[in-house]
């Protein structure tokens, strides 16, 4: 199990280094994970702070581990001496931030290759895995600005996201995250997951999808959602289309969802392929999607912050945080729930809140807080 490294060029990377030291460090992602190098399965990839150009449609990734490979962003860099702690983005602007993205240009692509942790990284840019198996993504933020969709899913297995913030189009019809499957003889599990997210999505948007195809009577089983937090502006949060068999899909417990629509939260095509429980709702608009027993509607108070604490002078609590004795504190289910929320802060109260933040004041000044600091989402 081997250490390799990769920093900026501006920062004394190089792609013709041998990549084993902060000082003899690679230059850019794709190039330690293209298949020329001897990064394998069980080693560790740090990837110093930076700006890193994504690479294109015709150069995915092309090592293929037998174990996982971790891939982490270093923002405090810890591993890097005399670099600056900061964010770790992988991006497809390529000529600049104020330039548009590019749709052929990927921060990752991949077609069957299995086994991939990714830690503490902004993904700018659509990524897209086919068939792949075994990836998981804590504490990573995926965003874009164009008419495109943030993580496309073509039947894969085993995909988790923990800890992490989608931002949606800005324009257009998008995805935040949209699953793609085949339907097969018979119901098969695909084990992906979704936990302690926050997503916002602005224009025509379906947060989360999954598309089915094909007329056969199995469908993939076994993507669950809990305690993710929702926004957005004529949005469906939650959607199962494409296939008449009712076998559950997507199963969705203690989310929050803040979302004006004109569509449904909830959709699936037919009843059954979507449940939901222990969720609270601005409203609730559904179709074929039968209504959680402890599932709320909320017209008004959210009880989470936006803001609030600081701005009325009570001090400083994570933001997007539940309210203290606010009705999304202790709103959820504990079973197959995380035990702590988006920012590794263990639940206020006996269960878990509804939304991927529980109350809990920030000591030490803020988020931003450098070196040591040890929960949430670091920048």
């Known amino acids: 199990?081997?250490?390799?490294?990769?920093?900026?060029?501006?920062?004394?990377?190089?792609?013709?280094?041998?990549?084993?030291?902060?000082?003899?460090?690679?230059?850019?992602?794709?190039?330690?994970?293209?298949?020329?190098?001897?990064?394998?399965?069980?080693?560790?990839?740090?990837?110093?702070?930076?700006?890193?150009?994504?690479?294109?449609?015709?150069?995915?990734?092309?090592?293929?581990?037998?174990?996982?490979?971790?891939?982490?962003?270093?923002?405090?860099?810890?591993?890097?001496?005399?670099?600056?702690?900061?964010?770790?983005?992988?991006?497809?602007?390529?000529?600049?931030?104020?330039?548009?993205?590019?749709?052929?240009?990927?921060?990752?692509?991949?077609?069957?290759?299995?086994?991939?942790?990714?830690?503490?990284?902004?993904?700018?840019?659509?990524?897209?895995?086919?068939t792949c198996s075994n990836w998981t993504f804590s504490k990573c933020v995926f965003h874009l600005d164009f008419t495109a969709y943030l993580v496309t899913l073509t039947e894969c297995?085993?995909?988790?996201?923990?800890?992490?913030?989608?931002?949606?189009?800005?324009?257009?019809?998008?995805?935040?995250?949209?699953y793609n499957y085949a339907t097969q003889a018979s119901n098969f599990s695909v084990s992906s997951s979704i936990t302690d997210c926050v997503f916002y999505t602005a224009g025509i948007a379906r947060q989360i999808e999954v598309l089915l195809s094909g007329a056969s009577a199995g469908n993939p089983t076994d993507i669950t959602a809990y305690n993710n937090t929702h926004f957005g502006y004529n949005t469906t949060v939650y959607r199962v289309t494409g296939s008449a068999n009712s076998a559950t899909v997507m199963s969705v417990y203690n989310t929050l969802i803040f979302c004006d629509t004109a569509s449904a939260h909830f959709s699936a095509q037919v009843s059954g392929q979507l449940v939901e429980d222990y969720n609270r709702v601005s409203g609730i608009i559904r179709t074929n999607v039968p209504t959680g027993t402890n599932t709320v509607a909320t017209a008004t108070y959210y009880g989470a912050d936006f803001g609030h604490y600081a701005v009325t002078r009570l001090?400083?609590?994570?933001?997007?945080?539940?309210?203290?004795?606010?009705?999304?504190?202790?709103?959820?289910?504990?079973?197959?729930?995380?035990?702590?929320?988006?920012?590794?802060?263990?639940?206020?109260?006996?269960?878990?809140?509804?939304?991927?933040?529980?109350?809990?004041?920030?000591?030490?000044?803020?988020l931003l807080t450098h070196p040591g600091m040890t929960g949430g989402i670091r920048g």
């Open 1 to 130: 199990m081997a250490t390799y490294y990769v920093k900026q060029a501006s920062d004394g990377g190089s792609d013709s280094a041998n990549g084993l030291t902060p000082a003899t460090a690679w230059a850019t992602v794709s190039f330690a994970l293209g298949g020329t190098t001897a990064i394998t399965g069980g080693d560790t990839l740090y990837v110093a702070p930076g700006r890193y150009l994504s690479v294109a449609s015709t150069s995915p990734i092309v090592v293929a581990p037998s174990s996982v490979i971790t891939v982490i962003g270093d923002v405090d860099a810890s591993e890097f001496p005399g670099i600056s702690a900061g964010l770790v983005r992988i991006t497809s602007h390529m000529s600049g931030d104020n330039a548009a993205g590019l749709t052929n240009r990927y921060p990752i692509i991949a077609t069957s290759k299995n086994n991939f942790s990714w830690q503490n990284i902004i993904f700018n840019g659509p990524c897209s895995l086919t």
């Open 157 to 178: 297995t085993s995909v988790s996201f923990d800890k992490c913030l989608f931002f949606g189009s800005r324009i257009g019809a998008n995805r935040c995250i949209a």
């Open 315 to 366: 001090g400083q609590i994570y933001p997007f945080a539940s309210h203290p004795a606010s009705l999304s504190e202790s709103f959820g289910t504990s079973t197959n729930a995380p035990v702590t929320d988006i920012y590794d802060n263990t639940w206020t109260g006996a269960t878990p809140d509804a939304g991927a933040v529980t109350y809990k004041t920030i000591s030490g000044g803020g």
